[in-house]
């Protein structure tokens, strides 16, 4: 496994060699001095918004600009020329207008700034919205848990959001957005524009940014600002999923170190290439696939990366202990301890979702927004439904509620993606397989003996798999057009799109699932080296409140800590060996 | 002076207070408790995995009375566990040296 981590280092030094930096916008055709033509920050936010800003609900600009020049081989289209001269005349109009109603060009710089306004507020408040989701994820990962380590898996997501929020406002910011080019719906800032690229089969590769370090210089501009809090919070969303999954067993010092890579890097890196204008993005113009890898709110780039490392934390750490038999047959299933806190969870989590999917438009004068808003809450009606009644009337005659509470979650991670572009009909089709996609994988993930204690990898990695292929499938071409720069709605198979969208999503998926598994080992072995993933066995029967924390989560009640944990046959334990051991 | 000691099911824990305080009973210890019967565990169902449920629920009621409180208390408890013949607690009954009272000034 070592040896697998030092080639992959190896192979990205190697990379590196070939990098070259690429600046999203060309370099004007004269040589005036660049400070001039730089995209200036505007950290005050009085320069932001304007008449170029203003359009109507169509899209069209009230701020015409003059049409390029055509050249001699254009002349020879008919259709071009046509066009052209038609842009010509409305720009020639436009420029006789402007001069006999100056006051309407001046008004018009403040629609544009009020429509820029609009768009700054929607995604703050969204943002703000799906940073409670922090407060859900805690519940749900803690009542699932044990009351023995109640204040153990509370504290762990608690940490990862100052942890994961540094390292993301360190590097991790600058890595993922730094060669975004313009920040079309918040003014059009165009700073961040530097990104790390490799030429492979003749086509840019965008691996990395390389803007906004620290949120200074380029980055230090409203807009970069506003970006910031919105995806910060997104990239805790992915930090938190693997703590759930990883509970009851995972070394306090060992998270903190998996706290400072995946802000950092780990989320980043992935990020770019979906979001960033990285090479996933560019699928579709460079090779033609659709619209390149789409993911509107993060089905992949949060939830499935979180999906992946839960996977991989939980196959490593290995299973609670009592849980498997040595053979690794299921000999008793782990309770949790509070359903109340799982069911509260889930309600804060699916109310943080409509932070988290409208608010992915980064607009509010997008009015798609009442769309995706709706088909959230529809695909989490519908997955709810379909695993609460498929545990019900197929797999176990009882309607599990830890079940229900994941078939909702997995019917919200599902819509994720793809949330802008189906109808009602398919987020319903979508959260109906996402609910039984999530029993079936939870009860598989058990037979493999891969331990996941809430349902992580189920929820997020699985069901962030299909809500990215559910586009290629159900898109239906009402949205989405000029997404990733190319021209068009996306559409999927069952609406006559063809399959050109859903192997982008696949490469999107194959890749997202790669990348994370390699990172999340490397990760892992990182923290094994410096200070060990485990707890020792005393310590797990024990519970790691007070051994890991120093204080129980629940301190004055009485516990059966023993009955807390199966205890196999032939197993002793000799209570209040631990207690000694943390005094010394 | 005679000490009772009684397990019965939770939700029996009203009815049976009422009972008492009907022959004139007022005082007594209530405890939450878990109770191993095995002719009383059954098996159930998380996420899909089959666990045994042994260690039960119970309430345990302490009392100290004379020894004429005795027969009548130890009759009205037993009618009021009782669960469709099958065994829903226990009363056990045994001698109380001496008591005393710890009195504030």
């Known amino acids: ?584 | 002076m005679k000490k009772l000691e009684a397990l019965i099911e939770p939700f029996r824990l009203n009815q049976v207070k009422e009972a008492l305080a009907d022959l004139g009973i007022t005082a007594m210890t209530v405890t939450e408790v878990r109770g191993l019967a095995r002719h009383q565990e059954h098996s159930e169902i998380y996420r899909g995995s089959e666990y045994v449920v042994d260690l039960l629920p119970k309430i345990k009621l302490e009392l100290v009375l004379e020894e004429h409180e005795v027969e009548d208390a130890v009759t009205a408890i037993v009618r009021l566990s009782k669960k469709n013949g099958v065994e829903a607690g226990k009363v056990f009954v045994s001698g109380i040296d001496e008591a005393t009272v710890v009195q504030t000034d």
């Open chain 1, 1 to 584: 496994m070592k040896h697998l981590f030092f080639g992959l280092a190896a192979v990205i030094l190697c990379c590196c060699g070939t990098l070259r930096a690429q600046d999203a916008t060309p370099p004007p055709a004269a040589a005036p001095p660049a400070a001039d033509t730089a995209p200036k920050p505007d950290p005050a936010g009085t320069a932001t918004g304007a008449a170029v800003d203003a359009q109507d609900a169509g899209g069209n600009h009230f701020l015409l600009t003059e049409p390029p020049a055509l050249s001699d081989d254009d002349k020879k289209d008919p259709a071009k020329v046509k066009a052209y001269e038609e842009a010509k005349k409305a720009y020639v109009d436009y420029i006789a207008q402007s001069k006999t109603e100056p006051l309407a060009v001046r008004l018009a710089d403040s629609v544009g700034h009020n429509r820029v306004a609009i768009n700054f507020m929607w995604t703050l408040i969204t943002g703000f919205l799906v940073m409670f989701m922090q407060a859900g994820f805690a519940l749900v990962e803690t009542g699932l848990c044990r009351a023995k380590n109640a204040g153990h898996t509370m504290s762990m997501n608690f940490m990862i959001y100052p942890m994961g929020m540094l390292g993301f406002y360190l590097c991790g910011f600058a890595f993922m957005f730094g060669g975004l080019g313009g920040i079309g719906t918040m003014g059009g800032y165009g700073g961040l524009n530097h990104e790390l690229t490799v030429n492979l089969f003749g086509k840019p590769f965008g691996l990395l940014g390389w803007k906004g370090f620290l949120l200074q210089g380029a980055g230090y501009d409203t807009a970069a600002f506003a970006l910031f809090l919105f995806q910060m919070v997104f990239m805790d969303t992915t930090a938190t999923i693997p703590t759930g999954a990883a509970a009851e067993r995972w070394k306090f010092s060992a998270f903190m170190i998996y706290g400072c890579c995946i802000g950092t890097i780990m989320y980043p890196l992935f990020g770019n290439w979906v979001w960033g204008g990285g090479w996933l993005s560019q699928l579709g113009i460079n090779f033609g696939l659709g619209h390149g890898h789409v993911d509107f709110a993060g089905s992949s780039v949060v939830h499935m990366q979180g999906g992946v490392i839960a996977l991989i934390f939980a196959w490593l750490l290995g299973p609670r202990f009592g849980k498997y038999d040595s053979h690794g047959k299921l000999v008793h299933p782990i309770i949790p301890h509070n359903i109340p806190f799982v069911m509260l969870g889930t309600f804060i989590l699916a109310f943080g979702w409509f932070g988290f999917n409208p608010g992915s438009s980064l607009a509010g004068t997008d009015l798609r927004i009442a769309v995706i808003a709706v088909n959230t809450m529809l695909a989490s009606a519908t997955g709810a439904l379909a695993a609460t009644l498929w545990m019900w009337w197929v797999r176990t005659q009882k309607p599990d509620p830890s079940m229900m509470c994941n078939g909702m979650l997995a019917g919200l991670v599902a819509i994720t993606a793809p949330c802008a572009f189906v109808s009602a009909g398919g987020a319903s089709i979508i959260g109906i397989i996402a609910g039984v996609l999530v029993v079936e994988s939870v009860f598989l993930w058990d037979r493999l003996a891969i331990d996941d204690c809430v349902g992580a990898i189920s929820v997020h990695g699985v069901n962030g798999a299909w809500g990215c292929l559910s586009i290629g499938l159900l898109a239906d071409g009402t949205y989405g057009d000029g997404f990733n720069g190319v021209s068009g709605t996306v559409r999927g198979l069952f609406y006559g799109g063809g399959l050109n969208q859903f192997w982008a999503e696949l490469i999107g998926v194959t890749t997202c699932f790669v990348t994370l598994s390699l990172l999340s080992i490397g990760v892992y072995y990182l923290a094994e080296v410096l200070v060990g993933n485990r707890v020792d066995k005393e310590v797990e029967i024990e519970g790691l409140d007070v051994p890991e924390m120093g204080i129980t989560g629940y301190a004055g009640m009485v516990m059966d800590k023993q009955a807390e944990t199966p205890m196999p046959k032939g197993e002793h334990y000799v209570p209040g060996l631990v207690s000694s051991q943390a005094k010394a």
